[in-house]
């Protein structure tokens, strides 16, 4: 790790934390500020957008969040036996610093650490398990790959510096009106390069073997977004740093950061779905006019409208995610924007996992790998195979050894046949299923990227997660979003769109 880089990241955390204190204690007087904020979606962007709009707005705007389902929407949880375990999003870098910025907040501990092993895949048998002791591991890539894995670390450590520069532009309170002005903000031309390459193109341009990105990258696309080395290099980029050491998870399970966001930014949460958007004109005291956003949405107890100043979709904007219409808008707003979603089918099962499956020959008794990846090849059905723990884990915990029932997660993009099950398990007492839209096809060169704009103070949170998909960038577009519609809504020019930020920055820390 570039020793620079490591010195000034607690700094960073620190000033997250003094700058979420001080634009709270400085919100802008009351008279002039807008009098209510919907948040359409109450997942983990929905939330943290409900919670960065009080922080921008101060105490004096009432926020309603709308959500159907339950709170949390791809972060969520299942019942088995007496624990409950992830079915969605899953794991936390440790540099996500507005995931650990919410838990601090909110006063919710990190889940105990718990071990973990990985192995890889070719659906034969394994083709590479790593060991206890990290210089085995090492002298096996080493004898393999070269020093590929070094460089694929070095690689990623470079890019993660850069992408390390947003937290200093939004505790600085600057905002950026699209998904390309945010990304070349950040990494300059090369970010928006990766978004228009696949992981293979720039990795091989790079000098990485074929055999290396067969090997060990595509299984980590695989697990992490269901997806081959074909994705953006960008969302690859994402995925190869969800594979460093010190991932994370919320004691309890994911999802109460979602629920903690809602009560902590005291807004009120409306069971319901939000139908369709329209624009509304109503003539003011002073003799213009004003705009407003009349939501429409069916609950429980039927259908209502109720008029906004400020609006921000949290929600996915696809074919299958929402079908929210906008009317009255021009240009017109579409209801889907183009590409679509992937299915990723979470399977959890507690059973005997059937050794032979994975071609292994060694007593169930002493298998002690947690996360078995899998290589891109024909007759794989799954992407991954994992041991879960419980979201909290219980004090004197043990992992049980493979030789006896256990909780385990099939990730795969079809659900699992009966014979698949049998083929894996030698015996189950309980599978759940979940058929997740859970991130976008990402197909690179990148169409043009949805607005974060879509009408004067009508917002979109989710425009980011067409470059990648993971709770912390959502939490990052949550608060680009908020500070984007306090900007807009003050007319602060100077904190919207600023050229070359690292630089002028540069001695701010
Ligand atoms: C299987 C799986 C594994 C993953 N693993 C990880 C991981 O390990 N780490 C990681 O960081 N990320 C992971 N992710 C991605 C991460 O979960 C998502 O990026 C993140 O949760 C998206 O949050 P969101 O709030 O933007 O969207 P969502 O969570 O989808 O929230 C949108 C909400 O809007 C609601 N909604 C939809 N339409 C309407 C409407 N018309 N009116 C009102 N509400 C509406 C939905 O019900 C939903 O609750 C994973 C995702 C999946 C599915």
């Known amino acids: 790790m570039n020793p620079r880089t490591q010195s000034l990241r607690p700094l960073l955390f620190l000033l997250l934390w003094q700058t979420g204190r001080r634009s709270l204690a400085s919100a802008p007087e009351l008279q002039n500020q807008p009098r209510s904020i919907a948040v359409v979606g109450g997942g983990i962007g ?41 079915t969605g999003g899953s794991v936390i870098h440790p540099l996500n610093l507005h995931m650990k910025h919410f838990i601090e907040k909110l006063g919710i501990r990190p889940r105990e650490d718990v071990h973990s092993k990985m192995a890889i ?16 591991n090492f002298l096996r890539m080493l004898w393999r790959y070269g020093f590929s894995f070094l460089r694929m670390q070095m690689w990623v450590e470079g890019i993660l510096d850069k992408f390390m520069r947003i937290y200093q532009y939004q505790q600085y309170g600057y905002s950026f009106s699209t998904v390309d002005r945010l990304l070349h903000a950040m990494g300059g031309d090369s970010f928006l390069t990766l ?34 080395v074909r994705i953006n290099a960008f969302v690859g980029y994402v995925s190869l740093a969800g594979t460093d050491s010190g991932l994370w998870a919320v004691d309890g399970g994911n999802k109460r950061v979602c629920s903690g966001l809602l009560y902590h930014s005291k807004s009120e949460l409306i069971t319901a779905r939000v139908t369709s958007i329209s624009l509304k004109l109503r003539p003011s005291k002073t003799g213009t006019t004003t705009t407003f956003y009349e939501v429409n949405y069916v609950g429980e107890s039927g259908s209502a409208h109720t008029l ?34 992937h299915q990723t089918v979470s399977t959890l099962v507690h059973g005997l996992l059937n050794m032979s499956y994975l071609g292994i020959t060694e007593p169930a008794s002493q298998f002690t790998v947690t996360d078995i990846l899998t290589t891109d090849t024909r007759g ?20 049980p050894p493979a030789s006896q029932a256990k909780v385990w997660k099939v990730f795969s993009q079809q659900p699992l046949s009966q014979e698949q099950l049998r083929d894996m398990f030698l015996s189950w007492d309980s599978v759940s299923e979940t058929r997740w839209l859970a991130y976008p096809s990402y197909r690179p060169p990148q ?30 577009a949550a608060r680009n979003v908020a500070l984007l519609a306090h900007h807009r809504w003050h007319q602060q020019a100077g904190k919207i769109d600023q050229e070359d930020l690292h630089i002028r920055l540069r001695g701010e820390l």
């Open 46 to 86: 929905g939330m943290a957008a409900a919670f960065y709009l009080r922080q921008e707005f101060g105490a004096g705007v009432g926020i309603d969040v709308f959500e159907p389902d339950a709170v949390g929407g791809r972060l969520a949880t299942v019942k088995i036996g007496d624990h409950e375990y992830e």
């Open 447 to 476: 169409r043009k990227t949805p607005p974060f704009i879509l009408h004067n103070r009508l917002y979109y949170l989710n425009a980011l997660e067409c470059v990648a998909s993971a709770m912390e960038l959502s939490a990052m």
């Open 380 to 399: 794989c059905a799954i992407n991954s195979l994992s041991s879960l723990d419980p979201v909290h884990i219980p004090q004197g915990y043990q992992q």
């Open 195 to 228: 978004v228009n390459q696949t992981l293979e193109e720039v990795m091989m341009g790079e000098g990485f073997s074929q055999i290396f990105l067969n090997d060990i990258v595509a299984p980590i696309t695989r697990v992490k977004y269901g997806q081959s």
């Open 121 to 136: 895949f070719d659906g034969k048998e394994l083709t590479f398990e790593e060991s206890d002791w990290f210089l085995v």
């Open 308 to 341: 906004y100043d400020i609006v921000v979709i949290a929600t996915p904007l696809h074919q299958g995610k929402s079908d929210i219409t906008f009317t009255g808008f021009s240009p017109p707003i579409p209801s889907h924007y183009p590409g679509r979603y």
